[in-house]
């Protein structure tokens, strides 16, 4: 009766697995691939019956009508999509590109912080800075060398490029914010510092660059419904102002935004999210025992 | 001949209609109101006196012939009535169920001066439940005309804009950002007051009349208007994206988690259907006492949605009294019958924190009714020394919304000082070819105002194509007027094509 899919059928092209636990896919979407400017994210819901997930845009390919999504599989949903979303089947749905994009081009010299599930989500930060004449320096943080990944494509974008891993298995031992530290023992003049990854991280990074004032600019990722402005699900607290992110941000000032707010209300589905996840681990451990009975 | 019907010879009892018992609707998500049954009716129809008033027509936003279409069901003409209701609205099953009707046609039917009104709300729906149920639909012969139409938002704005504009024979495509159409009919209004299958059944209607549906598309961010009617191709846009964009007071607590606006609770509940979590993926939290703030439509629905939800206790927290309630008074009525506690004259000041982020209760003041504002009612006025605590576990906010702002974020189009879109008595808006109506001009109203809103900007859409609008009288006068060019009027869009040219 209705058309689901405007001009594509939301199609993975394409599929990565970085790791155990992160995967990338390309979907086919080219008014999106169009529309997509860094900083933006798209809500996605893989089923009739899914949740609507609010994910940054990590990459967009105009030529090829496509854009990419690194998702890391934490809850039920993720979790789903990284065993039902192979190459050549259908995203139920996908509304984008949302948000305001961020804003390119004032600054000469850039830092590009990605941790976790931020590194992807970055990328496209660093490299609109690069194509605008800027000095990036990348640097991104993750648990372990084994789970790094698109090292190649930020060092083809930036001009410095850090990598932190906690364990010490590659590059600096340590957080984004010791790779801050470093960097801006050597630059004095940084302009601007963009941070995407956990709430924690960006707090980390925002409290880095405040006693040198440097521009800071956080990608926030709340709880949200329909990713348009209308629930309110996603508001901030940003210095005195209430705001949502999704049609306000999702960049906000790193200095003025209240983490631990953001943190508490990322708890606000904790119960159900955890049951959720056992309800749907049950059911493919009762699925992998019924296949096995069947051969 | 029909013996001339008085006050005095017509039943003299309003039609009582079957609802689901209080005490077992709050367990379900079935609907109230059972509709009437064909002698009931019947019956209800003897009631209207067919005066040559008519002032139910001028009380309706769009201007049903509702006399008319009574007539026909007295008739037994259920098709004829069908018809009838059709040549002005699009979708009577919808209307008849979420009209303020005692507001509108109710409130000045000529019976209710002595009696009971006319229960016209309820035969529209009776009618509009039959079309449904007999799979009637009123496809006329259209003429392709080579216009195309974007449509921005499928809420009932867009749809009603829609319709006319299909019928005209015009191409039209709606634009929806969720996954499913229908605006607020779908997100909003719960399924006991308006069922899906009723709006589903409404929108197989309107794609039988071409409408195209293109749901998953965000307007303003995928594309914007000025690409739609420059290299998109459309000829005429309508803009119909409703107000959306929730309020809260800024009162300290409102970030506590247990916090939320009715449209996020209604969206997860109805649109992202969160009540049958987890087979349903979306979460909702469960109050066991909720507290919800206002007393307009949304305000009802997201009462009776938590008792359905399972809550012990609801509360309406409102500032003024009952009688300055914006709800439909059928509203307020079944939720008082299903247990909502009412605190009338009440002012929330503070939601309190249970040590764990989550909500343990809420400060509120007791107010009264002083001078009238500018909106006519009597302005609350705290009440000093009158504060006190109670216990919840869940607050709701209610209170109204404001201008979506990604419309003003991604084109020229001019706002008003409210953020709202700017659009002149035609509804046309600073853009050439773009028109809107509804919440995201008005603000927040009701589901037949938009409707008429978006057959409004229908009428002077089609005038801008340069399309003869067949309901529009083209009276002596008129078009007896000065300025015409090759006899074309000069409020027509060809007229400019011509003095360009």
């Given amino acids: ?295 | 001949m029909v013996k001339k019907r008085t006050i005095r010879t017509i039943p003299q009892e309003r039609t009582a209609i079957a609802e689901q018992p209080a005490r077992e609707r709050i367990s379900n998500f079935g609907e109230v109101s059972c509709g009437y049954r064909q002698e009931e009716a019947l019956r209800e129809s003897e009631r209207c006196l067919l005066c040559p008033e008519q002032p139910c027509v001028a009380g309706c936003p769009v201007g049903i012939d509702i006399p008319g279409f009574i007539h026909k069901i007295g008739e037994k003409d259920f098709r004829g009535a069908y018809d009838t209701l059709t040549d002005t609205n699009l979708l009577p099953a919808i209307c008849g169920r979420v009209c303020p009707q005692e507001t509108q046609c109710e409130g000045v039917c000529t019976v209710g001066d002595t009696l009971a009104p006319v229960a016209i709300g309820r035969l529209e729906r009776w009618v509009g439940d039959m079309a449904i149920a007999e799979g009637w639909a009123n496809v006329p012969y259209i003429e392709p005309n080579g216009f195309k139409v974007g449509i921005v938002g499928s809420g009932p704005a867009g749809m009603a804009c829609a319709a006319d504009m299909a019928k005209a024979g015009c191409s039209v495509t709606v634009f929806e950002a969720f996954h499913q159409p229908g605006g607020v009919l779908r997100y909003g209004i719960p399924d006991f007051r308006l069922p899906n299958e009723v709006i589903d059944a409404e929108i197989e209607k309107l794609t039988r009349l071409g409408i195209k549906f293109k749901c998953n598309t965000l307007v303003g961010r995928l594309f914007t208007i000025e690409e739609m009617v420059g290299e998109m191709g459309f000829h005429t846009v309508f803009i119909g994206t409703g107000a959306g964009y929730p309020s809260f007071m800024g009162i300290p607590g409102e970030s506590l988690n247990g916090v939320l606006s009715a449209n996020e609770l209604l969206t997860r509940c109805n649109l992202m259907r969160a009540r049958e979590f987890p087979a349903h993926d979306t979460p909702i939290e469960l109050g066991r006492r909720v507290a919800v703030i206002g007393a307009g439509n949304t305000a009802m629905d997201a009462m009776r949605v938590c008792l359905r939800l399972g809550a012990e206790r609801v509360y309406c927290v409102y500032r003024r009294t009952k009688a300055e309630a914006p709800a439909r008074a059928e509203e307020i009525h079944h939720a008082e019958e299903e247990g909502i506690e009412f605190n009338w004259l009440t002012s929330p000041l503070e939601i309190l924190d249970d040590g764990n982020r989550g909500v343990r209760g809420m400060r509120c003041q007791r107010m009264e009714l002083g001078e009238p504002d500018a909106s006519g009612r009597r302005r609350p006025v705290a009440t000093p020394g009158s504060e006190f605590e109670f216990e919840c576990d869940m607050v709701v906010f209610a209170i109204g919304t404001n201008a979506n702002p990604i419309l003003g974020q991604t084109s020229q189009i001019k706002l008003d000082k409210r953020g709202y879109i700017a659009a002149d008595e035609t509804l046309a808006t600073s853009l050439d070819g773009v028109f809107a109506g509804g919440d995201i001009v008005t603000g927040a109203a009701t589901v037949i105002e938009a409707m008429g809103a978006g057959r409004k900007a229908a009428r002077a859409m089609k005038a801008y194509l340069g399309l003869r609008d067949t309901e529009t009288i083209y009276s002596q006068a008129a078009d007896s007027g000065e300025g015409r060019l090759f006899g074309i009027p000069p409020g027509e869009r060809n007229y400019a094509r011509l003095r360009v040219a």
């Fill in chain 1, 1 to 295: 009766m209705q058309e689901a899919n405007p001009d594509s059928s939301f199609e993975i092209v394409a599929r990565e697995d970085f790791s155990d636990v992160t995967y990338l896919l390309e979907v086919r979407h080219p008014l999106m691939a169009k529309a997509a400017r860094p900083g933006q994210f798209v809500i996605v819901m893989s089923h009739e019956h899914g949740e609507r997930i609010p994910l940054t845009i990590a990459d967009f390919d105009r030529a090829r009508g496509t854009i990419t999504l690194v998702i890391q599989a934490v809850g039920k949903t993720t979790r789903e999509m990284q065993r039902n979303c192979t190459v050549g089947t259908h995203l139920y749905g996908i509304v984008g590109p949302m948000g305001e994009p961020s804003h390119i081009g004032n600054a000469k010299k850039v830092v590009c912080v990605g941790g976790g599930l931020g590194v992807a989500p970055v990328f496209p930060q660093a490299r609109a800075h690069k194509e605008s004449g800027a000095y990036v320096i990348g640097i991104v943080g993750f648990r372990s060398r084994d789970l790094i990944f698109w090292e190649d494509k930020f060092r083809a974008n930036c001009d410095e490029f850090i990598i932190c891993t906690d364990d010490g298995s590659a590059g600096i031992k340590g957080l984004v914010t010791e790779g801050i530290r470093q960097v801006l023992d050597r630059h004095g003049d940084i302009d601007e510092l963009v941070a995407i990854g956990p709430p924690i991280m960006m707090k980390g990074c925002a409290a880095a660059t405040r006693p040198r004032r440097i521009r800071t600019v956080v990608s926030l990722n709340p709880v949200m419904v329909d990713g348009t402005g209308m629930c309110g699900g996603c508001r901030v607290k940003v210095g005195d102002k209430v705001m949502f992110a999704c049609v306000d941000g999702p960049d906000f000032d790193g200095h003025q935004v209240d983490f631990d707010d953001l943190m508490f209300r990322l708890q606000r589905f904790k119960p159900e999210e955890k049951l959720a996840l056992e309800r749907w681990q049950q059911g493919c451990r009762i699925e992998g025992r019924d296949a096995g009975r069947d051969s």
